[in-house]
């Protein structure tokens, strides 16, 4: 019997562009607290842990109750928009989960995103069902770049290390990766540098046989579109 074979997935950035659900969010919360937030401030924090964004927003006023009730209502309101709305899969996310899942690879979400906004997400997607293993934020003690959160997806669904490829947006997903002992697949949308094994724009332009080759060949650096 060959040796499990897995796929651990990003889920922000990657899987779905959620950058405007997430703006609309923390805008209209933080509105509520009265502070005034710029598409440039979230910007710089996003893709951070929320108890790391308050404080730099708030400042000297963060106390830890403030950070947990703003955390909590700006998450509601992200799950309550996605619920409402729906929200899509980038370009080549879906034939590519169902490819993966067809080919007999374990697939698995690795995420620094709360577990609630995972599955309000999977269940939007109607993808719940293609994976195996689920890694949130209440399973870390450490966010990305630490390999805290690929290592434990991939004791999740019974992959070793070496037989894993991460997909990632971030450079400290990438890098988190590499300490994992992982290859990657890096979604880099803007064309900007990712130091991942393959870089692309976008999922849509992998070879048919993408994920098969770069565990067959191992660290090749390879820049696609």
């Given at each position: 019997m060959s040796e499990a074979r897995a796929v651990l997935w990003d889920m922000d950035g990657t899987l779905i562009d959620s950058e405007e659900q997430h703006w609309i969010s923390w805008r209209?919360?933080?509105?509520?607290?009265?502070?005034?937030?710029?598409?440039?401030?979230f910007l710089a924090t996003f893709g951070q842990r929320n108890d790391s964004i308050i404080p730099q927003l708030l400042g000297a006023a963060a106390t830890p109750q403030r950070i947990e009730r703003i955390s909590e209502a700006k998450e509601e309101?992200?799950?309550h928009l996605i619920r409402r709305d729906g929200i899509s899969p980038l370009p080549g996310v879906a034939s590519w989960l169902h490819r993966l899942h067809q080919k007999?690879?374990?697939q698995a979400i690795a995420s620094a995103a709360p577990r609630a906004n995972i599955d309000a997400v999977l269940e939007a997607l109607s993808a719940t069902h293609i994976?195996?293993?689920i890694v949130s934020a209440e399973d870390v003690q450490?966010?990305?770049?630490d390999p805290e959160v690929y290592l434990k997806a991939a004791s999740r669904v019974g992959a070793s290390p070496e037989?894993?490829?991460v997909v990632?947006?971030?450079a400290a997903g990438i890098e988190g990766a590499r300490r994992a002992g992982m290859r990657s697949i890096g979604v880099s949308h803007d064309g900007q540098h990712?130091?991942?094994d393959v870089v692309v724009q976008s999922l849509a332009l992998l070879d048919s046989d993408a994920f098969e080759t770069l565990l067959q060949t191992g660290n090749c650096p390879t820049k696609i579109g």
């Open positions: 209209n919360t933080l509105a509520k607290e009265g502070i005034v937030i710029t598409r440039a401030q309101l992200y799950r007999g690879w374990l994976f195996q293993g450490k966010g990305k770049p037989n894993c490829i990632e947006d971030a990712l130091p991942a």
